[in-house]
């Protein structure tokens, strides 16, 4: 069975800090799919990211970067001189290929306030 | 730029009534998801249709909730008798491709009281 744990719930950060968010997931597939969602107040979920179980070379957009290590199970998300526009609730998701690559299992969330 | 679209956006209601979300995926979408998404959790997978066929089901609690998209395009969800559990959010997304997994949009879904 599958499954994603966001051990951080909440997180409070002073605008420009460095902030990492945590995700450790299980699976016994070898091949999957790992995504972070962000669920802004409004409530709709904005995809971030995608990265397949067989490519582990970390990556970088802007501000954000992600951390993927099979080793430890985990992908993990920093964002870099954060901003209060950052605020939000933020997903992390896993789907399995070989049962159903279009169904996510998400964690419960890490709520990130960033103050002024 | 193209959205899922969910109405409504709010909806109270009191326990034993029949209530119904509509959803219109993203034109060309084949795949569309109904998620629900309790305060403080992540969102859960209620069912899957590839076009008009229910992929995914199991965790749909089939005594009170069905789901159809008669056409392949929109989709409804509906709950008849609400229950007090039932207060969430719930979620629709779709996606161009089911199987070969692709990135999910969502909507803003509708939000669900109990009373």
Redesign the interface.
């Known amino acids: 069975a599958q499954k994603?744990t966001q051990a951080q719930t909440e997180i409070s950060v002073v605008e420009k800090e460095d902030v990492t968010l945590d995700c450790v997931y299980e699976t016994r597939d070898t091949t999957y799919?790992l995504f972070w969602?962000k669920q802004p107040p409004?409530?709709?979920?904005?995809?971030l990211i995608?990265r397949n179980s067989f490519d582990e070379q970390n990556e970088i957009s802007g501000r954000y970067s992600w951390n993927f290590q099979k080793s430890t199970s985990s992908f993990n998300f920093t964002i870099t001189a954060s901003q209060v526009v950052d605020s939000a609730v933020y997903?992390c998701?896993l789907?399995e290929?070989s049962t159903?690559?279009?169904?996510?299992t998400?964690?419960?969330?890490t709520t990130l306030t960033v103050k002024p | 730029e193209a959205e899922v679209a969910q109405s409504p956006r709010y909806k109270i209601t009191e326990k034993s009534q029949a209530v119904a979300f509509w959803c219109d995926p993203i034109s060309g979408h084949a795949t569309l998801y109904w998620y629900r998404q309790i305060l403080g959790q992540g969102p859960e997978l209620l069912v899957q249709f590839q076009d008009e066929s229910v992929v995914d089901d199991s965790q749909l609690p089939k005594d009170r909730f069905s789901a159809e998209r008669l056409k392949g395009v929109d989709s409804t969800l509906k709950i008849q008798p609400a229950e007090l559990g039932d207060s969430a959010m719930y979620l629709c997304a779709s996606s161009f491709v089911g199987v070969d997994y692709n990135e999910q949009f969502f909507g803003p879904g509708t939000r669900l009281t109990v009373l």
Not at chain 1, 42 to 47: A, C, D, R
Not at chain 1, 106 to 109: A, K, M, S, T, V
């Open positions: 994603v799919y969602y409004s409530g709709e979920l904005v995809f995608r997903f998701a789907s290929a159903n690559a279009g169904k996510s998400f964690g419960d969330g």
